[in-house]
């Protein structure tokens, strides 16, 4: 099992093999939290929305509130068949 020592300022050295199982890099921010029983586990904080900025090329343009709402519209009623169309696949019991 790999083991980290606490130095006087409260730091402590990752483990190799733990960095590598857990995909670690420097620089990366890790999470802790409890369990049960009064137990803690640690997590790699997987980023930030803002680290997403810049990764998709600008449109050229801008959509208007309009257009972003038929957009919505258009979803949620594609979703809305979408499911009206799986109940009426599925085998059931008549009405």
Known sequence: MPTATMTSK????????MRRILGLKPGVRIDF??????????RARTGSIKDLKGIFGKLGYS???EEMDRAVQDAVAENYLAGLRKDADEPGEAA
Do not use: D, F, R, S
């Open 10 to 17: 409260g730091q402590i050295t990752i483990p190799v093999e």
């Open 33 to 42: 939290y409890p369990t049960e029983n009064g137990k803690y586990a640690m």
């Open 63 to 65: 959509l208007t509130i």
